[in-house]
Structure formats: structure tokens, C-alpha cells
Nanobody, 122 residues
């Protein structure tokens, strides 16, 4: 069993920056995908930034050039650096991972954090 805990959200003025963190309670093996999603009431959850199993990154068009995803494997932690924030970035942000709790032959599962609120004022 793996628990993901996000932190770093809050209220920030437009043009400001925040860094979100997602810490896993234990190491996740055989990771197929990991990244950050966001959701606002009444709308679908959308991918903001992610890593593929090959280490490539992808970003939503709306955040390219402003957000950067990174990770620290030794700390089992995923980050999202958000710069030049806009009011339309306001949402609950969730971290996600697809992987296993065992290094060999482990069943792949989807893991989600509880979400952290990001509010950008104008």
C-alpha cells in the first residue's frame, strides 16, 4: 500500500510562484507514469505535467514555459514548480503514479494524492 501526500498549495497573486510537492509513503517500483493533474468544480480532471516510464516529460499547452515537473527518487518525492501563475490556474492539484509496491512482479496500481488547493488572485 502506498500513500501520496501533496503539499505546497495556497493563495498567490497572479504572476507569482508556488512549488508543489508529493511525497510517497514508500518507494514505488516499475513506474509506468507519474505526474500532476488538476480539477475545478464541474469540469474533468486534466493532466498538467507528467513523466513517462522512459523519462520524457509532457505538459499541457496552457502551462508550457511556466511549469516544470521534477522528481527526487531518493526522497520518493515528485515536484511541480509553477511560475507566472494566472487566475485560470486555480484548481485542486493532484499527484498520480502508476506503479508497484514490489520491485519484481508486483501488480501495477494507480495511486492518487488527496489534492492541494491552488488559488491565484488577480
Amino acid at each position: 500500500q502506498v500513500q501520496l501526500v501533496e503539499s505546497g498549495g495556497g493563495l498567490v497573486q497572479a504572476g507569482g510562484s508556488l512549488r508543489l510537492s508529493c511525497a510517497a509513503s514508500r518507494r514505488i517500483f516499475n513506474i509506468k507514469a507519474m505526474g500532476w493533474y488538476r480539477q475545478v468544480p464541474g469540469k474533468q480532471r486534466e493532466l498538467v505535467a507528467g513523466f513517462t516510464s522512459g523519462g520524457s516529460t509532457n505538459y499541457a499547452d496552457s502551462v508550457k514555459g511556466r511549469f516544470t515537473i521534477s522528481r527526487d527518487n531518493a526522497k520518493n518525492t515528485l515536484y511541480l514548480q509553477m511560475n507566472s501563475l494566472k487566475p485560470e490556474d486555480t484548481a485542486v492539484y493532484y499527484c498520480h503514479a502508476l506503479g508497484a509496491t514490489m520491485p519484481i512482479g508486483g501488480q501495477l496500481d494507480n495511486y492518487w494524492g488527496q489534492g492541494t488547493q491552488v488559488t491565484v488572485s488577480s
